[in-house]
């Protein structure tokens, strides 16, 4: 019985660039599965961080290929890192998987493939690109096309046509010179505009800065910024990305600023590891890691240097979703909570796995809608049972997800970030 | 019956999704917590009892063994599919059937998380008083088949004080309860004989387990020693005070390196031991009790003794602990953690023998355990890509075992014999003692259908664990 399984364990060709010392620190425990959204809802422990680790360890040593269903089990994955809060020996999930997936490719058939490259490499570094783009998305919804377009479409398109957000009237046009602060200043800080938060959040940049400025804060938006590259990376892509990290890198670090400020939580994840992400580039290495140390996620910066000036009462009773990419991906948990908080008026209510995944996951609703709708349905359930007014979601992704969901499963609400209420109660105080 | 057609009649039962075959997908059912791997053939998954009793009913007609495996925690290799066959993962039997707090009383499928019991009545002040350090991820069923324990064993016992019942499915498929939801049901105690029995009579597929009211009050301390003699005499003289703790739990300077590198809670790193004592009850007896410990642990010489402020430092404490195992990693690729018990006034000299056996054997060795029931948990790291280094850490277990034998202790406290131990049973028990469990497992598995290969010696292996050479690790129990 014995020499069969030998015979297993001697198939040569592992492939190298995935023997990770990550994998090594896994030592099988299980203390992630319960944590893993796709683990809960199917049970299967393919489904799961250690499955996905053992079957990446696998690969590295040759015993399985990186085949179709390697595939699915690596992208089924939302990336949502929970397995890394949990994991008491400290193992780094998301470079395991996010390397595993570089050696896999962009997910999808063939032609979605394809279209994710085009956009990661020929969109996303490009921001005019993308604003043209979003400017033609805006005219086919107001145009009338889009209510023509519904009657045609093939059903899988039509569903993700459906999950298209509505394209707001103006999009953020980043400061030229310096917003100055407001009374006396206390820090100089550079923003990241963003490449969808100025497209389809240009009021939460406006607000972001708004509030930075009542803090003391002289904010500047360096203009050779770009985007982050953070779906490139979670997606197998990371020509662009780095590219576009180097570009960020050269652009912030001129800068003569204490902090770079990112009001979008998965750009913060992933800008926090530009070190990890050119830890293979010799010019650009120590730079990337100077560069992350100096990057703060705008609820973190805020809740360390203290709110200054006057906080109007905002009466409404709110519930708190944690971003993944913060809560798991940079570990700021209470920053954001201690902040509304500080909102006098308003009530926070947490609601049962407020750190669990909604299912927005960057492109993952749209590669992965029926798992994505599964655990946003659970999401809307916990949300209804806390009686908010309203949802605070410091991040893009979720605000999007949180929005639809709200249209869809109920209950009705408003979804925030907080940079939204924290600007409400200051400008109430005029 | 050929795979095939065992593989065509699983998928009718459960369903295509549930019946895994292909090698992307069993690969990562070839290893539970323990470092042993055998890759299995057929994985099913299902959904209830029903399905449950057909697909051992399948296995039956195709002859071959059924291995159970709930969340795959086990540092034993019980859910290591060692003479291939279909593992029966019962992770989708998770649902909590119901709650009667009147009576004090749970019923769980063996799926449902041990620590989402207690989430689910915390609420109403109640609580499931087995908490294995995995908790947050092991099942109850797999808790039911190892007799689990945890730090607060000390106080409340092992799982089997704590299931009144179990519904189970037998070789031939059929469905019964053993026990039930009321205390001292007559005639042989049959609950007893399935709780420990490590998946070798059938499949638990409801367990009837007892709830207890949250205490009063909880008051714990950390006390931090420069010498591990100093703690674990601080133990001997906390029992022998007449306190006894809910629990009582030691960390040594390697185990509070891993859990600071992996997952920081603030323990000291420069401290030789730490011991987390807790007491419980009204709140004058909590008070009462924590404060004389406190003394004893200052006599005996803790350099420092901080007593947890509120809940949530409480809690940090034992994420610190529970998460110590996991925390291995950190400190190096592989660890062997051996389960031995010895009395507790044995605990000073045991400690010494492992410092000498770590020395001796030139492995670091880990020390957590759970003190108060002399309980030990000695971690050898190393790494299985070393060459020679396996063997090495397996006589250092073996060492370790037959100091813990030698001390008037045992090889198992709570992790179960598995693949990992059967090779040192005959150090405890006679061959009288074995046929006559033998006689009890021959009396409900026959065909030896569940889980062959674990827990009892086989032939080839009494005496030492072998390695094939050239091949881990899956050689390793032969």
């Known amino acids: 019985m014995q020499a069969d399984k030998t015979q297993e364990h001697a198939t040569p060709q592992g492939i190298a660039a995935l023997d990770l010392p990550e994998l090594y620190q896994c030592v099988h425990c299980g203390l992630c599965l319960n944590q893993c959204p796709t683990y809960r809802a199917l049970q299967l422990e393919p489904e799961s961080p250690r499955g996905r680790i053992h079957l990446v360890k696998a690969a590295a040593e040759g015993r399985i290929e990186l085949n179709e269903r390697f595939a699915e089990h690596l992208y089924l994955c939302l990336l949502c890192r929970a397995c890394e809060s949990a994991c008491p020996s400290g193992v780094q999930y998301g470079h395991i998987a996010e390397a595993a997936r570089e050696q896999l490719g962009p997910p999808g058939s063939e032609l979605g493939r394809a279209v994710l490259n085009f956009v990661f490499t020929q969109m996303l570094p490009y921001r005019n690109r993308l604003r043209f783009a979003f400017a033609l998305l805006r005219l086919y919804q107001r145009s009338g096309l889009q209510r023509i377009a519904r009657l045609f479409l093939p059903k899988k398109l039509a569903e993700m046509e459906q999950l298209l957000p509505a394209i707001p009237s103006r999009f953020f046009k980043p400061h030229a010179g310096i917003a100055p602060a407001i009374g006396a200043r206390r820090a100089r800080i550079a923003m990241l505009d963003g490449c969808v938060m100025p497209l389809l959040f240009g009021s939460v940049n406006n607000a972001t800065v708004?509030?930075?400025?009542?803090?003391?804060?002289?904010?500047?938006?360096?203009?050779?910024?770009?985007?982050?590259?953070?779906?490139?990376?979670?997606n197998g892509e990371t020509t662009a990305a780095k590219q576009m990290a180097r570009r960020n890198i050269d652009a912030f670090l001129d800068a003569d600023v204490e902090a770079v400020i990112v009001n979008a939580a998965g750009c913060g994840a992933t800008m926090k590891e530009y070190g990890h992400l050119l830890r293979d580039d010799p010019d650009y290495r120590d730079k990337a890691e100077r560069f992350s140390a100096r990057v703060k996620d705008a609820g973190e910066f805020l809740a360390d240097l203290g709110l200054v000036g006057e906080l109007h009462p905002v009466e409404m009773t709110v519930t708190y979703q944690d971003p993944c990419h913060l809560v798991h991906g940079q570990r700021i948990r209470n920053q954001p909570r201690k902040l509304l908080q500080a909102i006098p008026g308003l009530k926070l209510v947490e609601m049962e796995g407020a750190d669990r995944c909604c299912g927005s996951a960057g492109i993952y609703n749209l590669t992965h809608s029926g798992m994505s709708q599964h655990l946003l349905k659970e999401k809307m359930q916990s949300i209804a049972a806390t009686g908010s007014e309203a949802i605070v979601a410091p991040n893009p992704g979720c605000m999007l997800q949180l929005r639809s969901g709200a249209s869809r499963f109920g209950p009705d609400l408003k979804v925030y970030h907080l940079m939204d209420l924290l600007d409400r109660a200051y400008r109430q105080a005029d | 019956m050929a795979i095939e057609e065992l593989v065509r009649s699983l998928r009718e039962i459960v369903g295509d999704r549930y019946v895994l075959v292909e090698k992307e997908d069993v690969i990562v059912y070839e290893q539970d917590g323990s470092i042993f791997q055998v890759m299995p053939e057929i994985v099913a998954l299902p959904g209830d009892v029903?399905?449950?009793?057909?697909?051992?009913?399948?296995?039956?007609?195709?002859?071959?063994?059924?291995?159970?495996?709930?969340?795959?925690?086990?540092?034993?290799?019980?859910?290591?599919?060692?003479?291939?066959?279909?593992?029966?993962?019962?992770?989708?039997?998770?649902?909590?059937?119901?709650?009667?707090?009147?009576?004090?009383i749970a019923v769980v499928e063996p799926g449902v998380i041990n620590l989402d019991v207690t989430k689910a009545i915390a609420k109403d002040g109640f609580f499931y008083a087995p908490d294995p350090s995995s908790q947050a991820a092991c099942s109850i069923g797999g808790n039911v088949a190892n007799n689990s324990g945890g730090p607060h064993t000390l106080a409340y016992g092992v799982t089997t004080n704590h299931v009144l019942g179990v519904e189970v499915v037998l070789d031939d498929g059929s469905i019964t309860w053993l026990g039930g939801e009321v205390p001292d049901t007559p005639g042989y105690d049959l609950r007893g004989v399935f709780v420990g029995s490590e998946g070798t009579l059938g499949i638990v597929t409801k367990i009837a387990v007892r709830l207890m009211r949250a205490r009063e009050s909880v008051r714990t301390l950390l006390a931090i020693f420069d010498q591990m003699d100093h703690a674990t005499q601080t133990v001997v003289d906390i029992t022998a005070a007449g306190i006894i703790p809910a629990a009582l739990e030691i960390m040594d300077r390697t185990t509070i390196e891993a859990v600071e590198r992996g997952a920081p809670v603030g323990f000291p790193r420069d401290a030789e031991a730490v011991l987390i004592v807790e007491v419980e009850g009204l709140s004058e007896h909590a008070e009462r009790a924590i404060g004389l410990a406190r003394e004893i642990c200052q006599r005996d010489g803790a350099r420092e003794v901080k007593l947890a402020a509120d809940e949530a430092e409480r809690q940090r404490l034992w994420k610190g602990r529970k998460g110590a195992f996991g925390a291995m990693g950190a400190l190096a690729p592989n660890y062997y953690v051996q389960d031995g018990v010895v009395p507790r006034s044995k605990l000073p000299e045991m400690m010494r023998r492992i410092a000498e056996i770590s020395q001796r054997f030139n492995l670091r060795i880990a020390n957590v355990f759970h003190a108060g029931d002399g309980n030990l948990h000695p971690n050898i790291l190393f790494d299985m890509r070393s060459p020679g280094e396996l063997e090495r850490v397996i006589d250092a277990g073996a060492a370790t075992l037959r100091a813990c034998i030698e001390l008037g202790g045992s090889i198992t406290g709570e992790h179960g014999i598995g693949l990992e131990k059967k090779a040192y049973i005959g150090l405890l028990f006679s061959e009288t003692d074995l046929e006559a469990m033998a006689r009890v497992r021959r009396a409900f598995d026959p065909d030896n259908r569940f889980n062959p290969a674990k827990l009892f010696p086989t032939p080839a292996s009494c005496g030492e664990i072998r390695l094939q050479p050239g091949h881990i690790p899956a050689g390793l129990w032969i």
């Open chain 2, 50 to 104: 029903e399905q449950v009793a057909a697909v051992v009913k399948a296995a039956q007609s195709a002859n071959v063994p059924i291995v159970p495996r709930g969340s795959g925690t086990g540092l034993a290799g019980g859910a290591v599919p060692a003479e291939g066959g279909v593992i029966l993962s019962l992770t989708r039997l998770n649902r909590i059937l119901k709650i009667d707090l009147e009576n004090h």
């Open chain 1, 210 to 234: 708004r509030v930075l400025q009542r803090n003391g804060c002289d904010v500047i938006f360096p203009s050779q910024q770009s985007c982050c590259g953070a779906l490139n990376v979670h």
